[in-house]
């Protein structure tokens, strides 16, 4: 079951960022916002409120004009440059109100244009509202983010065998097509193994199956210890395993899969000390093989093993 969608954290304060030169204005902005329980970050100028900036990161910004060093105008420019600052939303507050100083603050990226002197009241408004919509932008990204998770996580479980964790049959067939195209496209070996419990329907019988399945889910483990990354272990049915070996020899999977044999036949389960064997079928891609003559063949010598007295791997 995929759970349901993490809700955003609750939301902290928000923080505005004032800039002006005039120390009186913004005294009398940041008390009009603490009011309105905004956090406030100031700084004196253009130049000043850039250094800030990525160590305060404030929600929104409140920028001056006209002020020394470094101007709004260019503040505002330097900041949408920036992959950390362009995000923040400027709202300009300027005594310069010609229609072309308001053009240029809009086409430098501005989110707002509030003249000077000007109503409190609707200063608030403007502000509460694009604090809004930074509120509503952050939320989109955060549940974006959780889909992407979620979607990650539900491709993970399409490929993968619920008990064991190993690939799922499915998956494995579609590596093998992969592995063998890429086998024939640069003349490398691929070697397939299939390993099967002896006995299994026993051990069931008379240990239980949950027991079983507990011997499956160590086994599979036994398995995945024993490969090199990029070969492909999967649990092809029951209590038959696949080993896709890529850019592996007939001898390089001989020596794998007797390794794993050998490592289960030593291993013992529970307090009576069970144990389990497993056999083996080994088959490397010929030219003009297909996949599933492939695994047919490997297929044959694995009864070919559980003929010859079981617990041993055939190439
Ligand atoms: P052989 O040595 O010839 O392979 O004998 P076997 O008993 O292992 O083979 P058979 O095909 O007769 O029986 C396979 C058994 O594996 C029967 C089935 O109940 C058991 N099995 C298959 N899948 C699972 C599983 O997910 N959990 C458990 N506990 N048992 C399983
Ligand atoms: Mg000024
Ligand atoms: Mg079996
Ligand atoms: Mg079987």
């Excluded at 120390?23 to 902005?29: D, E, G, S, T, Y």
């Excluded at 691929?190 to 026993?202: C, I, R």
């Excluded at 490969?227 to 999977?253: A, H, K």
Aim: proline content about 4%; overall charge negative; aromatic content about 6%.
């Amino acid at each position: 079951m995929i759970e349901t969608l993490t809700p955003i954290q609750e939301q902290e304060e928000m923080a505005i960022m004032i800039v002006d030169d005039v120390p009186a204005n913004i005294q009398f902005l940041g008390k009009l916002l603490k009011e309105e329980g905004f956090k406030i970050a100031p700084a004196s100028n253009g130049k000043k409120a850039l250094e800030m900036i990525p160590r305060v990161k404030p929600d929104l910004v409140l920028m001056d004009v006209m002020m020394p060093e470094m101007d709004g105008f260019e503040a505002c420019r330097l900041m949408k440059e920036s992959v950390e600052m362009k995000d923040i939303p400027v709202i300009f507050l300027s005594a310069r109100t010609e229609t072309e100083d308001v053009i240029k603050g809009f086409k430098l990226g501005a989110a707002d244009y509030i003249q000077k002197p000007f109503n409190a009241e609707e200063l608030l408004v403007r502000v509460r509202n694009h604090i809004e919509l930074v509120r509503n932008r952050r939320l989109i990204i955060h549940y974006m983010d959780e889909l992407g998770k979620q979607n990650a996580l539900l491709q993970q479980l399409a490929i993968t065998d619920g008990l064991t964790g190993l690939y799922n049959h499915s998956h494995c067939m579609d590596r093998l097509q992969h592995e063998a195209a890429n086998a024939r496209r640069y003349d490398n070996p691929l070697t397939v193994a299939m390993l099967d419990l002896d006995y299994f329907k026993e051990l069931n019988d008379t240990h239980g199956h949950p027991f079983g399945d507990t011997v499956l889910v160590d086994v599979a483990e036994i398995i995945r210890s024993g490969i090199r990354e990029g070969d492909v272990p999967g649990r092809y049915g029951g209590e038959e395993f696949i080993l896709i070996l890529p850019n592996t020899s007939l001898e390089g999977g001989l020596v794998i899969a007797e390794r794993i044999r050998s490592k289960i036949e030593s291993h013992t389960w529970g307090k009576q000390g069970v144990k389990v064997t497993i056999s083996g079928g080994l088959n490397s891609l010929q030219n003009g093989e297909s996949t599933s003559q492939l695994v047919q063949v490997a297929d044959d010598n694995l009864y070919r093993a559980k003929e010859a007295g079981r617990n041993r791997i055939m190439p």
